[in-house]
């Protein structure tokens, strides 16, 4: 029976888009990296999702990257067993062949529209797309206002943090589970993603699709860097690890993380992402700034509320943007050029 993984590689973040893009495979593992180009509303998505239903009913694993500017738009998908992604390499995230022909290949969907009928919407296009940005910049603004009271949240916590608790936390899940393993001199590799975002819908996490068939332990509470060591200590005995960072630290915190080797994996459980199916540890203790600590959540959430609120706004510009392409594509060729790739895939197999 195949399974479905869903997460992000790009999130909203207070710097901004923020990108993990190259962490989908490298290179190296990669079989082949599809580049799909094409503007908004030209099917790059639906696509994807075709090939993924596909190779789904064929018994194989599909990873499922969503959109965090649009969460029922798809931006990648992978197949680990056949070392294949597919990828919308339009920007924000944008994706070019680093080594054509021998992995990558690039498939151009504005191959089907009518070039004469879109150069005639050009002000619209253009138009459109610089309301749009304007108001991506507005969101992260309030985004960046949020990550102030984020920060202070975690100054308050720290002054209540047990850092001899967490020291002896990491070291009895070292002990217990990775004693029985010797530091590797080959390290392994940590792939580093996004398992929640904020999204125009709000935020979005499903984390049943990451943690199923593993053992999941639960941390509550201010938990420090805690995944960051677990993870450490996971690689320098030769294990890969998968890091799903927190969108306010994009490139600092790990919020989850999974060990595949040992099918173990780590969930911060809290108001924003949470999860119960599994053993919990508390990390939490009173804090003496407890007023701060209330006023600080609080402002946190609205600004988040209004990132969200303006993100939606973008997303309603997006949907406006897409009206210029949809009429002028031919979707029906595209659909042949899908049934053709997927032709193609299943010659691999």
């Known amino acids: 029976m195949s399974n479905e993984k869903h997460f992000y590689l790009g999130a909203n973040t207070p710097d901004g888009f923020f990108s993990y893009y190259d962490s989908i495979v490298s290179q190296q593992e990669a079989r082949k990296i599809y580049c799909i180009k094409g503007g908004p509303g030209t099917g790059k998505s639906s696509f994807m999702r075709k090939i993924a239903e596909k190779i789904l009913s064929l018994g194989y694993d599909v990873e499922f990257i969503h959109c965090s500017s649009d969460d029922d738009s798809l931006d990648g998908i992978f197949v680990k067993r056949l070392k ?90 070292v002990k217990d589970e990775f004693s029985h393993l010797c530091i590797c001199p080959v390290v392994g590799n940590e792939r580093k993603l996004f398992a929640s975002a904020i999204t125009p819908s709000g935020l979005k996490f499903r984390p049943q699709t990451l943690f199923d068939g593993y053992r999941v332990k639960i941390l509550k509470g201010f938990t420090g860097n805690v995944l960051n060591e677990i993870s450490d200590a996971a ?94 594509m031919n979707f029906k060729k595209i659909m042949s050029l899908c049934e053709k790739t997927i032709k193609q895939i299943l010659e691999m197999v």
């Open 84 to 173: 294949i992604a597919f990828l919308d390499g339009t920007a924000p995230h944008i994706v070019d062949p680093k080594n054509p022909g021998a992995v990558d290949k690039i498939i151009n969907l504005g191959e089907f529209w009518d070039e004469e009928k879109m150069t005639g919407e050009k002000r619209g296009i253009i138009d459109t797309n610089r309301e749009i940005g304007e108001t991506f910049s507005r969101a992260y603004k309030y985004l960046a206002a949020a990550k102030a009271f984020y920060d202070d949240i975690n100054v308050i916590n720290e002054k209540s943090y047990d850092r001899y608790e967490r020291n002896l936390y990491v070291e009895k899940i």
């Open 235 to 328: 690689t320098k005995r030769g294990m890969d690890t998968e890091k799903f960072y927190c969108v306010m630290e994009p490139s600092k915190k790990c919020e989850h993380l999974l060990i595949p080797h040992l099918k173990l994996a780590f969930c911060t459980d809290n108001e924003f992402h949470n999860y119960s199916d599994g053993e919990i540890y508390e990390f939490s203790k009173k804090s003496l700034y407890q007023d701060e600590l209330e006023y600080d959540m609080q402002m946190y959430k609205n600004l988040i509320n209004k990132a969200v609120e303006t993100l939606s706004g973008a997303k309603k510009l997006h949907d406006d943007l897409e009206k210029f392409y949809i009429p002028n």
